[in-house]
């Protein structure tokens, strides 16, 4: 019976698919490496755990590709005690991958299904600094703030004001998918103090950021 290797599959997705394409982070790329991707996609499409395209998680969701996770999480630039807030929790892979460089994690998704699946899995696996809730994300988790860092794993017709308001004033980072249902532009905001200085990086598709302050259908 043919097995995947998928340590080789993932080294090759680092280097074929993150390194060529300009992801430089060490801990980022050492991250990527060390989660089992293949453990957080449906097994009918385990076989391309690997390639650079998101896959369907199903209830309309998706696992997103590895460039993109990687590019998100190093323009994050968590650091090791960082506290840092998902939002979009999906299949839990973003929040594997940030329970490796951060000291805590907490991670908001509004489909209890996947919030559910993704917390028992994040477990199965060890990671015991992560903390998955079911909730609008679009609001944060305010009770846990501030936050160092907050990522955004959909996209967001614009930066949440909950979310920035519950990053650290003192160089609290968020970086979003923002733009409209069909195209986004990754944003990276800084807090510092009570002004957010705003950048917008490279052009994007993510499923949308529903509730409060997203998307509402």
Not at 157 to 186: I, T
Request: hydrophobic residues 40%; contains cysteine.
């Amino acid at each position: 019976m043919f097995r995947h290797d998928w340590a080789a599959e993932r080294a090759h997705m680092i280097r074929a698919h993150l390194q060529a394409r300009g992801v430089t982070s060490s801990r980022v790329l050492e991250a990527l490496q060390h989660v089992p991707r293949e453990r957080f996609v449906p097994e009918t499409a385990r076989s391309h755990s690997y390639s650079d395209h998101a896959l369907s998680i199903g209830h309309g969701q998706t696992i997103s590709q590895p460039y993109m996770v990687a590019v998100m999480t190093q323009a994050l630039e968590v650091r090791e005690g960082d506290r840092v807030l998902e939002v979009g929790t999906g299949s839990g892979y973003q929040a594997a991958v940030l329970a490796e460089l951060a000291k805590e994690v907490w991670s908001v998704e509004l489909i209890p299904w996947l919030a559910e699946q993704a917390a028992a899995l994040l477990s199965e696996l060890g990671y015991t600094n992560v903390h998955v809730r079911e909730g609008d994300g679009s609001l944060g988790w305010p009770e846990e703030a501030p936050f160092d860092a907050v990522v955004i794993t959909a996209g967001a017709p614009a930066a949440p004001r909950s979310l920035l308001e519950q990053l650290s004033p003192e160089g609290g980072r968020l970086v979003a998918p923002v733009g409209d249902r069909d195209l986004q532009y990754l944003e990276i905001v800084e807090r510092r103090g009570t002004e957010y200085v705003t950048r917008r990086s490279i052009g994007c598709r993510f499923v949308p950021l529903l509730g409060a302050e997203g998307w509402r259908d």
